[in-house]
């Protein structure tokens, strides 16, 4: 029956679909406008005079950046663009396949690299500056995520998190959220940043202590500018990583018109507003709210969970820009998001059929970060000064409740996290000249906790308290950067980052290198290594236990940030006009890895956690190592067809004190990643867009600890064999996903239809397995099945 709804319902979206797309209208060639700011990358400051052209335009069309560095190209056909940047002892840059539609201007801000003196007969060949990363001082595995990829990715859902599970290297840890893991390692090692500052996990339905993913991202592409991401061997400038590093920068709104979008679809509403305050200045403003509910999904029968829960979220997110004239410029940002879901036991005792229908829980999530941030050019146009404030909220709360016979209920889990965070960041950046750029700042993070978590101790059955602390505690960074351009041909990076952890007093000085050397017209070669830290989260240095004689003991107090030496080799080809190969070998050592000391499972190793709170001891003995090769062919944007495949080999190890060595959780082995594209321009002008999108995933299943089912059975409870733990894994994962989507413009606005299926071959990927002791029989866990996604855009 479920299964003729979901067809039903997809048979009735695609005929919607069918319909909207067969409407076409007459009318005049639609234009739109380009604009912009032009800057030098190292040192912020304008350049005026540079140019700016529309490639294959007839007539011609460009424009001339004036004294304050801005450009405008008014009257531009709609529809996909070549740009070309140039200025006189600077490097030219290529935007390629730059989309224009008549809903709003196109702003393309653009940091331009001062020419090193050509001493070499070697000929650096322009580079689209869309496939390179924006921190100029990233040299391997770093990868720019621009805001268009993000929206056209199949089942991307405008997601950053997910839109980058595509990448080499990186899978989704589940599919009910966008957790992702990194070379095999623990969702935990990442590190998310905005406009400069660490934030909290920006996703609703966060998925535990130390986690980096949840249900849906708080993040919107309305507010997004292109970002950077980073999967090993980070510049000097990020600390508190371990895998990876998320980057997010956000774009300022139009300064010159009022501009508008609104968005409804299964997944619930979503309008943005941007504009300026006042015609005398580029001050401008920039807002985008989003409510959303899976309630619509349940009652056409797409089940996300249990059939009686309902998540719901929402979040407000914006960017205010204030330039003055003396001052420098100032922004006012922020992000801000709600979401709860809650289930209800059964009351009805006659209708139990498993220990689940007894219990109750619900959950509350609640996020927010407010920052101003300021730049400062200095009048030798050569240094600039950014300094960033950001308080942050968040506050997780989890209850779980069962009720007996009798409908009395007691209290399984109470768990409340609360960290009020201020952060401050500074650094300045002067450039000596062509070759030689520095850059050292400071970091300052002070942040208050207010712990709660109380769990029931089956065993005894007692509800113990494992964490009930209030208090502050501080962290101190410093870094400084090198940036050598030994020619035109190659570059160094060189730096250091230092952290010190005021809880436990523990510090790390951790020194990083890298370097791109181009090898010929169309190759290169880049390098880069390091150590880096990760600390954990308050509550794991505050966890507490209580003794026999009723004295708490805190276990964790003096634990060490776990390390890592990062190895990286890359090589990339352009062995075609928009085609890309690369090759990425890595190496990662990680030590002072935490590890419960008295183990006799072999497998409690922070390297196999992704989030979770615990107030068992740990120890900074363990060890592990990640090594792999990854492979990928991109063609970017042309000819109105585009495709990325990757392939990744890698082996993800661990280390007990026992001297041990075995896989982790997230040993997959292997990762084959394929999505890709195609446009259609319809219409009497051919001004309208039909798309059409796809998405492969394929990687080894994650590793498993066996169940035992004769003691299981024995024992009436699930009893795992230790001994082969993490050598068998679950079925190999494998999805595909599908989009379709419709632009339709016209004067002065336009308007665009979606609709993607995640996993659209409805395939049942397992998670793991258990023992049911209702059924006293091996139970799978099974991953999403087919999820549609409509959407209706429009924007004015």
């Given at each position: 029956m479920k299964t003729q709804n979901i067809m039903k319902t997809l048979n009735n979206y695609l005929v919607v679909f069918c319909l909207v797309i067969s409407i076409t209208t007459q009318g005049q060639e639609l234009t739109q406008s380009i604009k912009g700011k032009i800057i030098d990358i190292d040192t912020q400051t304008p350049?005026?005079?540079?140019?700016?052209?529309?490639?294959?335009?007839?007539?011609?069309?460009?424009?001339?950046?004036?004294?304050?560095?801005?450009?405008?190209?008014?009257d531009v056909k709609i529809g996909r663009q070549n740009l070309k940047v140039s200025f006189i002892g600077y490097e030219d840059l290529f935007f390629n396949q730059v989309v224009l539609t008549t809903g709003s201007e196109l702003i393309l801000n653009v940091s331009m690299k001062?020419?090193?003196?050509?001493?070499?007969?070697?000929?650096?060949?322009?580079?689209?500056?869309?496939?390179?990363?924006?921190n100029s001082m990233a040299s391997v595995s770093a990868q720019r995520l621009t805001v268009e990829t993000t929206s056209r990715v199949a089942a991307g859902i405008n997601d950053?998190?997910?839109?980058?599970?595509?990448?080499?290297?990186?899978?989704?840890?589940?599919?009910?959220?966008?957790?992702?893991?990194?070379?095999?390692?623990?969702?935990?090692g990442m590190l998310w940043r905005m406009e400069g500052v660490e934030i909290p996990n920006p996703n609703h339905f966060s998925n535990g202590e130390g986690g980096s993913g949840g249900g849906v991202s708080a993040l919107s592409t309305e507010v997004l500018d292109d970002s950077d991401f980073f999967t090993g061997a980070f510049s000097a400038e990020y600390g508190n990583a371990l895998s990876s590093v998320f980057d997010l920068r956000l774009r300022n709104g139009n300064f010159e018109k009022r501009e508008y979008s609104f968005q409804a679809g299964v997944l619930g509403f979503q309008a943005a507003l941007e504009g300026p305050f006042?015609?005398?200045?580029?001050?401008?403003?920039?807002?985008?709210?989003?409510?959303?509910?899976?309630?619509?999904?349940?009652?056409?029968?797409?089940?996300?969970?249990?059939?009686?829960?309902?998540?719901?979220?929402?979040?407000?997110?914006?960017?205010?820009?204030?330039?003055?004239?003396?001052?420098?410029?100032?922004?006012?940002?922020?992000?801000?998001?709600?979401?709860?879901?809650?289930?209800?036991?059964?009351?009805?005792?006659?209708?139990?059929?498993?220990?689940g229908d007894a219990y109750s829980y619900s959950e509350k999530h609640r996020l927010g970060i407010i920052g101003v941030s300021h730049n400062y050019l200095f009048s030798n146009n050569k240094s600039y000064l950014k300094t960033v404030a950001s308080f942050s909220h968040s506050n997780n709360i989890e209850l779980e409740d069962s009720i007996n016979y009798n409908l009395i209920e007691a209290s399984v889990k109470n768990e409340a996290f609360g960290y009020n965070t201020f952060t401050a960041t500074s650094f300045l950046n002067h450039k000596f000249n062509a070759q030689h750029v520095i850059r050292t700042g400071v970091i300052y993070t002070n942040q208050r906790y207010n712990l709660l978590g109380k769990y029931l101790n089956y065993d005894i059955g007692v509800l113990e308290t494992q964490a009930n602390q209030t208090g502050t505690t501080e962290r101190y960074q410093a870094y400084f950067q090198w940036k050598y351009r030994v020619s035109p041909t190659v570059d160094i990076n060189?730096?250091?980052?230092?952290?010190?952890?005021?809880?436990?007093?523990?510090?790390?000085?951790?020194?990083?290198?890298?370097?791109?050397?181009?090898?010929?017209?169309?190759?290169?070669?880049?390098?880069?290594?390091?150590?880096?830290?990760?600390?954990?989260?308050?509550?794991?240095?505050?966890?507490?236990?209580?003794q026999a004689d009723l004295s708490i003991l805190y276990p964790n107090k003096n634990l060490k940030m776990t390390k890592a030496l990062h190895g990286v080799i890359g090589y990339n080809l352009n062995f075609a006009e928009t085609f890309h190969f690369k090759a990425e070998m890595y190496y990662q050592h990680l030590y002072d890895v935490p590890v419960q000391p008295n183990d006799t499972t072999g497998t409690v190793s922070a390297l196999n956690f992704s989030s979770g709170f615990t107030n068992q001891e740990f120890i900074n003995k363990g060890t592990g190592r990640n090594y792999g090769l990854e492979l990928t062919v991109e063609k970017s944007f042309s000819k109105n067809y585009y495709f990325m495949t990757t392939a990744s080999i890698f082996e993800s190890k661990y280390t007990m004190p026992?001297?041990?060595?075995?896989?982790?959780?997230?040993?997959?082995?292997?990762?084959?990643?394929?999505?890709?594209?195609?446009e259609f321009e319809v219409g009497k002008n051919?001004?309208?867009?039909?798309?059409?999108?796809?998405?492969?995933?394929?990687?080894?299943?994650?590793?498993?600890?066996?169940?035992?089912?004769?003691?299981?059975?024995?024992?009436?409870?699930?009893?795992?064999?230790?001994?082969?733990?993490?050598?068998?894994?679950?079925?190999d994962y494998f999805r595909v996903d599908a989009g379709i989507s419709f632009r339709k413009n016209k004067p002065n606005w336009s308007w665009e239809l979606s609709a993607n299926i995640?996993?659209?071959?409805?395939?049942?990927?397992?998670?793991?397995?258990?023992?049911?002791?209702?059924?006293?029989?091996?139970?799978?866990?099974?991953?999403?099945?087919?999820?549609?996604?409509?959407?209706?855009?429009?924007?004015?």
């Open positions: 350049l005026p005079g540079a140019y700016v052209i529309v490639l294959d335009s007839d007539p011609m069309k460009g424009a001339v950046s004036d004294i304050d560095g801005n450009y405008k190209i008014t001062e020419a090193v003196n050509q001493l070499e007969e070697i000929v650096i060949k322009p580079k689209d500056i869309l496939g390179e990363p924006i950053p998190g997910r839109t980058i599970q595509s990448y080499a290297g990186v899978s989704a840890a589940d599919d009910e959220n966008n957790e992702i893991v990194v070379r095999g390692n623990s969702p935990r006042s015609k005398n200045s580029e001050a401008s403003y920039l807002i985008n709210y989003r409510y959303s509910t899976t309630s619509v999904l349940n009652n056409f029968g797409f089940e996300i969970g249990a059939s009686d829960i309902f998540p719901a979220w929402q979040d407000v997110s914006l960017n205010i820009n204030l330039p003055t004239k003396n001052m420098g410029r100032f922004n006012i940002w922020g992000l801000g998001g709600l979401s709860s879901s809650s289930g209800l036991a059964e009351t009805d005792t006659s209708k139990w059929m498993y220990r060189t730096g250091v980052h230092y952290t010190y952890l005021a809880i436990n007093k523990d510090y790390a000085v951790e020194p990083r290198i890298g370097l791109f050397w181009q090898v010929k017209e169309n190759q290169s070669i880049s390098l880069g290594g390091g150590l880096h830290s990760k600390a954990e989260p308050s509550s794991i240095y505050l966890a507490q236990q209580e026992d001297g041990i060595e075995r896989n982790t959780l997230f040993n997959s082995k292997y990762i084959y990643n394929l999505v890709g594209g195609k051919k001004q309208n867009i039909l798309g059409i999108n796809l998405r492969m995933m394929w990687r080894g299943g994650y590793r498993t600890i066996p169940v035992d089912f004769v003691a299981s059975k024995i024992a009436d409870e699930d009893i795992r064999v230790y001994d082969s733990a993490f050598e068998t894994k679950a079925p995640q996993n659209a071959t409805n395939r049942l990927n397992v998670w793991d397995e258990y023992y049911d002791v209702e059924t006293n029989t091996l139970q799978q866990i099974y991953m999403v099945g087919l999820l549609p996604i409509l959407n209706y855009k429009v924007e004015f």
